[in-house]
């Protein structure tokens, strides 16, 4: 099986920086695209960033400008920098990846999620 796990989140200051990291672990074959989304209570689940292989990406508008996402292919983990955060950045912030994993019965595509990590902007 595939897990990706989230840390790095908590409480931090507007205008602060929080990095948060995501690995992915289990019987990997290759990862493509990753993904960082966050989700508040009662509101649909949003995309931060993308980032394919080959590093291009494609940022929110409210990201724009504060977040960068990277990804180290080699630990099969990606990050999300957030730098001078609002307090409406506080959310659950989830990783996603497109994973081809290795099954019984070959190769198989799946799309993967983190358990999320909480994000506080707070004074």
């Known amino acids: 099986q595939v897990q990706l796990v989230e840390s790095g989140g908590g409480v931090v200051q507007p205008g602060g920086s929080l990095r948060l990291s995501c690995v992915a672990s289990?019987?990997?074959?290759?990862?493509?695209?990753l993904n960082w989304f966050r989700q508040t209570p009662g509101a649909l689940r949003e995309s931060v960033a993308p980032i394919t292989p080959a590093g291009n990406t494609n940022y929110a508008d409210f990201a724009k400008r504060r977040f960068a996402i990277s990804r180290n292919s080699a630990k099969e983990t990606v990050y999300l920098q957030m730098n001078s955060p609002k307090p409406e950045d506080t959310a659950v912030y989830y990783c996603?990846?497109?994973?081809?994993?290795?099954?019984?019965?070959?190769?198989?595509?799946?799309?993967?999620w983190g358990q999320g990590t909480q994000v506080t902007v707070s004074s």
């Open positions: 289990g019987n990997i074959s290759s990862i493509y695209t």
């Open positions: 996603n990846a497109d994973i081809i994993r290795r099954a019984a019965s070959g190769l198989e595509a799946t799309g993967s």
